[in-house]
Antibody, heavy 121, light 110 residues
Framework: QVQLQESGPGLVKPSQTLSLTCTVS??????????WGWIRQHPGKGLEWIGH???????YYSSSLKSRVTISVDTSKNQFSLNLTSVTAADTAMYYC?????????????WGQGTLVTVSS | QSVLTQPPSVSAAPGQKVTISCSGA????????VSWYQQFPGTAPKLLIY???ERPSGIPDRFSGSKSGTSATLGITGLHTGDEADYYC???????????FGTGTKVTVL
């Protein structure tokens, strides 16, 4: 069973860059038909999609975050990463990584446990 | 802001049935498969239904999904306290080229 684990700083200062990594185990990030995605959830709020990446580097991003988001993949480490620039308190949220089945369909079948990122000076 | 609308909450007595609606548009639900996620407080969401009405291995048949036009529905029968959680629908939107989640519904067992 595929497992995902988020890692990265739990505290980021305003205007800085939030950087998180998701390590995939018990499965290859190069698996065909699967993208790898990031989702966040503000405290007490609903789920917000951030973006997906394929192992080849093809990406899709949320239109509201597109100007500040970069998702990258490192197939040698079986990891993918999220960079979110110029963060503010509004970026304080639980960040989840997930595997995305994406072909004729789109759904998140495996999720990481999530990591809380707080933006504060 | 979400383009998929769900009722904020639904409730029913133990053993009863609840349904959760997810209303969208032709560019999302009307064209693409819908999935549903269950989230308990403090935990990651879990896939409950995919491709409108398919259950992943291990999901009991008390959970069911359906879709008609631009709306999807999650049904939970034989409700018990262990089903108290937040439920989200989700799908791809072709016009916006983004994945969209529903606003979320809290299920309460009375």
């Amino acid at each position: 069973q595929v497992q995902l684990q988020e890692s990265g700083p739990g505290l980021v200062k305003p205007s800085q860059t939030l950087s998180l990594t998701c390590t995939v185990s018990s499965g290859s990030i190069r698996s065909g038909g699967f993208y790898w995605g990031w989702i966040r959830q503000h405290p007490g709020k609903g789920l917000e999609w951030i973006g997906h990446i394929y192992f080849s580097g093809n990406t899709y991003y949320s239109s509201s975050l597109k100007s500040r988001v970069t998702i990258s993949v490192d197939t040698s480490k079986n990891q993918f990463s999220l960079n979110l620039t110029s963060v503010t308190a509004a970026d304080t949220a639980m960040y989840y990584c997930a595997r995305v089945k994406m072909a004729t369909t789109n759904f998140f079948d495996y999720w990481g446990q999530g990591t809380l990122v707080t933006v504060s000076s | 802001q979400s383009v998929l609308t769900q009722p904020p909450s639904v409730s029913a007595a133990p053993g009863q049935k609840v349904t959760i609606s997810c209303s969208g548009a032709s560019s999302n639900i009307g064209t693409n498969y819908v999935s549903w996620y269950q989230q308990f407080p403090g935990t990651a969401p879990k896939l409950l239904i995919y491709d409108d009405d398919e259950r992943p291995s291990g999901i009991p048949d008390r959970f069911s999904g359906s879709k008609s036009g631009t709306s999807a529905t999650l049904g939970i029968t034989g409700l018990h306290t262990g089903d108290e959680a937040d439920y989200y629908c989700g799908t791809w939107d072709n016009t916006l080229s983004i994945y969209v989640f529903g606003t979320g519904t809290k299920v309460t067992v009375l």
